[in-house]
T-cell receptor, first 113, second 112 residues
Framework: DTEVTQTPKHLVMGMTNKKSLKCEQH?????MYWYKQKAKKPPELMFV???????INESVPSRFSPECPNSSLLNLHLHALQPEDSALYLC????????????FGPGTRLLVL | GENVEQHPSTLSVQEGDSAVIKCTYS??????FPWYKQELGKGPQLIID?????GEKKDQRIAVTLNKTAKHFSLHITETQPEDSAVYFC???????????FGTGTRLQVTL
């Protein structure tokens, strides 16, 4: 089973709201990723967690706050977002960060009003 | 860092024809090349991959070829079907940087 799940599927939020995206995998993967994808573009890496520790932050604004409470779960906390943050947010995982095969979840479609 | 170019950006073929998508990469240290298919409203799905010690890999109607000397790799889909319509992304993985770099994507449309 190579399943990464994400909730919610869709999210609409105002610029003053606080919300969270959730990602879960039960494959025993120890590397988990957040990507942002705008329409007609490839995924852009935001954060990398390796063994529950943040290892890469691709200069993401602080209004995005990742959290990895355990090896199966990855959250992305959102606060004071801008309309340009509207995008598909994808979670991905793999066995370890230096291993190759990466699996993506279905994504959360976020609209910021 | 790695740079991956992908062509064409759009491709329209008739059902039953073959489709070919080409990618080039810049970093000779890249050693793993996956292809993802992304349908509308869904996440990218890994459909096939190839490692740098292999020249060709096939899985039913899908094949990938790799030319390390020229630094390019291609996706071949034979006997295309309407359900093959999607956006396809190539990518290159550089183990030393532990980073996956994506191409810009190809929108494939298979018409009846």
């Amino acid at each position: 089973d190579t399943e990464v799940t994400q909730t919610p599927k869709h999210l609409v939020m105002g610029m003053t709201n606080k919300k969270s995206l959730k990602c879960e995998q039960h494959m025993g993967h120890r590397a988990m990723y957040w990507y942002k994808q705008k329409a007609k573009k490839p995924p852009e890496l935001m954060f990398v967690y390796s063994y529950e520790k943040l290892s890469i932050n691709e200069s993401v604004p602080s209004r995005f706050s990742p959290e990895c409470p355990n090896s199966s779960l990855l959250n992305l906390h959102l606060h004071a977002l801008q309309p340009e943050d509207s995008a598909l947010y994808l979670c991905a995982s793999k066995i370890r960060d230096n291993q190759e095969t990466q699996y993506f979840g279905p994504g959360t479609r976020l609209l910021v009003l | 860092g790695e740079n991956v170019e992908q062509h064409p950006s759009t491709l329209s073929v008739q059902e039953g024809d073959s489709a070919v998508i080409k990618c080039t990469y810049s970093d000779s240290a890249s050693n793993y090349f996956p292809w993802y298919k992304q349908e509308l409203g869904k996440g990218p799905q890994l459909i096939i991959d190839i490692r740098s010690n292999v020249g060709e890999k096939k899985d039913q109607r899908i094949a990938v070829t790799l030319n390390k000397t020229a630094k390019h790799f291609s996706l071949h889909i034979t006997e295309t079907q309407p359900e093959d319509s999607a956006v396809y992304f190539c990518a290159a993985f550089t183990g030393t940087a532990s980073k996956l770099t994506f191409g810009t994507g190809t929108r494939l449309q298979v018409t009846l």
